[in-house]
């Protein structure tokens, strides 16, 4: 298939197969006609990769230089070292796009190295997910729907556009476009808060007595506190200052309704409950 002016997609390589490299191995096999390599430091992975076909063949990191386009499914930091390990590996006029969750410091080490591999590099977000994890968790259709973010890094047009449709074609309902700062400042509120919230909400003393007591409203909070300690402690230190600015704001609400309650203000209680639910209903959702 081709992705866009220069940047011809025949053969897809995934680093890490773990639920997003899995999901996006087994999306590229449904939706394209794409080849799929596979690079994983587990065997048992790339062994259950191979036998459901979500890849075609198990590769070494030389063999990275038959890719057009090239997955970094791989923790922030792990990208930039694989990515510093191996850069004769990849393809020179290649593209080369990462999956990972923050990307300040994936945009400022990335485009250098890529400048001095000789390849194209994007990164991406796709905005997915699961609370379980690995490749047992992977689906072709996690995508379907969901939004996938770019930053371009000083990327040609032409490269953006062959990473967009590619999305598309993958299921993705829509590509945004984005900077590095706008991505993590967003991302501390949508994604890394809640994050926390449902870790510091479980860790009440209350939460092992919860069945018969609890609905649908401790599930929705909840439910992400099943959470990968290791990866998400990355997230969250590479992302501090974002994160801590979104903390302060929420335990500063948080703060304003118990003061109310404790009070016995009514009408301040009121109008705060009010004001929440007025920005819900504001937004349409």
Partial sequence: MSGGAGFPLKTVAIVGLGLIGGSLAKAIKKNTPCRVLGLDKSETVLEQALACG???KACAPKELAQADLVFLCLYPQQAVDFVTEHLTCFRKGGLVTDVAGIKGMICQMLPPLAQRGGFTFIASHPMAGREKNGFSA???DLFCGASYLLVPCG???????TLSAFALRLGFAGVRLTTAEEHDRMIAFTSQLPHALACAYVLSPQCPNHKGFSAGSYRDVSRVARINETL???????NRDALIAELDCLMGNLQDIRNAIQAGDREELTRLLRRGRQIKEDLGE
């Fill in 54 to 56: 979500a890849i075609d």
């Fill in 138 to 140: 992977s689906d072709a």
């Fill in 155 to 161: 990327a040609p047009q032409a490269a953006v556009q």
């Fill in 232 to 238: 998400w402690s990355e997230l969250f230190l590479d």
